[in-house]
Structures are given as structure tokens and as C-alpha cells.
């Protein structure tokens, strides 16, 4: 049997690691991946000893966005970014999560991993919200989650501009994350997971609500917002030929 692409691994007691590892696909939003990632939600949710998760990929790649048959699916308009949630997965999760974007953060990918609760990015590695540079307005909340995290001048130059960033120039761009070299950012993670489960579960879960009810309800107005820029933005033909162009025919 082959091996999930998603792996859930109670790594000590309490603390629960996701490992994105799809590495045919280089951890892209792939039908499997997204299956993998709504049940490993979905499994964590039901078991009520976890009290903190840490989000991870494999090797130099976090997560890589949509794939070219799922953006050109939305260009034909037999899909929309928000058929399937999993931008907001980590924000919804009860009990609190890590992203230890330990690898690169493309796209949807870094938006993902925004949605954490806690987020620790690689110096080495890149992160870009690169929308645009297919020619279509950003989704998955991107519009929301970018500016509300690092600050709304940072974000209008990504999200703008669409550009590569290595997690040292965002460091230094002060982004109030911890950038650290890759190999360290797991163990980061896990220090920081290990002063979580300190906490109890039932108060873990009481703030982490209160303190993302906000985001929790202005998010669906704006995911109506970026779908009706989709609209205006995302059949283009130019579109369809930077999807092609950028990924390969």
C-alpha cells in the first residue's frame, strides 16, 4: 500500500503532527491531498485527549496551492476555490494549531498555513501569495488572513505584486513570526506545542474560540467577495494561458 499523503502521528501526549508528504505532487492541493487533509481534521476532532496540533510538510516543501487541473477546472467554471474548505481548516480546528512551515509556502499553500494559530516560517524557504501571477484575484481568504497577519502594507505588496519571498527577507520585513533556519523550525514547533499541552484542554478550547470568533464570521463574507472577483477575473483567456504557461503543457 502506499503511503497516505497526509500522516497523523501522536508524537507525545497530547500533541498531534500532521505531515503533509505528497511527494509525487509536491504536497499541491491534489484531490488526495484535500480528502487527507478534511479527514485528518476530522479525526482529531473526534479524539478528545489531543490538546495541540502542528501542521508540517516534508523536506523544503510545505504546501504548493492548487494544482493546474484544479485552477484550470475554476477557469472552465466547473469549480470555485471554495467548493471544499481547507483554507480555514486549522482556523476551525477546536484545539490550537502549529504551522511549521518548515518548507515552501506557495499560493493557497502559505494562505493555509496563515490560518494557524501559530505560524514559524524557514528562512531558506519561499512564501508568496502568487495569485496573481496567473492573472486571477487572489482566494482562500487570502484577501483576509494576509493583511490580518502580517499587516496590510506587507500584504498588498504580496498579494500585488505576487513576488517570491524567502522567509529571511520577510524576517527582516518584520513579520511578527519566527523565522528560523528549516532544520530547526519542527523542533520549534514542538517546544512550543509541548507549553501548550501544559494547558488544560477544556481552557485551550474556551480561548482559542474567543479569541477566533472574529475571523470565524467575517471570513464567509469575504471568501462571497473573492468568488465574485473570480468571476470577474478568473475566465480570462490570458488566465488560461498563464496556468499552462506557468506550470507546463
Known amino acids: 500500500m502506499s503511503e497516505a499523503v497526509v500522516k ?9 503532527q ?10 499541491t ?25 502542528v ?24 469549480a470555485k476555490f471554495a467548493d471544499r474548505n481547507i483554507y480555514s481548516l486549522a482556523l476551525e480546528c477546536k484545539i490550537p494549531v502549529i504551522a511549521a512551515m518548515q518548507g ?25 501569495t502568487n495569485f496573481m501571477k496567473y492573472g486571477f484575484t487572489p482566494g482562500m481568504g487570502a484577501t483576509y488572513i494576509v493583511p490580518k497577519k502580517l499587516g496590510i502594507s506587507l500584504a498588498e505588496e504580496l498579494l500585488l505584486n505576487a513576488g517570491n519571498y524567502r522567509g529571511a ?20 514547533a514542538c517546544e512550543v506545542a509541548r507549553q501548550l ?6 481552557s485551550l478550547i474556551t480561548l482559542k474560540d474567543h479569541l477566533t470568533t472574529p475571523l470565524r464570521e467575517e471570513l464567509p463574507k469575504v471568501i462571497e467577495q473573492e468568488l465574485a472577483m473570480h468571476e470577474k477575473t478568473f475566465h480570462q483567456e490570458e488566465v488560461k494561458d498563464r496556468i499552462l504557461g506557468l506550470f507546463g503543457k
Open 18 to 27: 500532521l505531515t503533509m508528504q505528497d511527494r509525487v505532487n509536491k504536497n
Open 104 to 128: 515552501h509556502g506557495i499560493g493557497g499553500g502559505f494562505v493555509m498555513g496563515l490560518f494557524a494559530d501559530f505560524v514559524i516560517l524557514s528562512r531558506e524557504s519561499i512564501y508568496t
Open 197 to 202: 499541552a501544559e494547558k488544560p484542554r477544556i
Open 55 to 78: 501542521l508540517t510538510g516534508y523536506d523544503n516543501y510545505f504546501a504548493s496551492g492548487g494544482t493546474k487541473e484544479g485552477l484550470l477546472a475554476i477557469h472552465q467554471g466547473k
Open 169 to 188: 527577507e520577510l524576517e527582516k520585513r518584520g513579520i511578527p513570526f519566527p523565522v528560523l533556519p528549516r532544520e530547526q523550525v519542527l523542533d520549534h
Open 29 to 53: 492541493f491534489s484531490e488526495e491531498m484535500i480528502l487527507d487533509l478534511i479527514q485528518s481534521f476530522e479525526l482529531i476532532k473526534s479524539n478528545l485527549n489531543y490538546k495541540v496540533v
Open 8 to 16: 497523523v502521528h501522536e508524537i507525545e501526549q497530547g500533541i498531534v
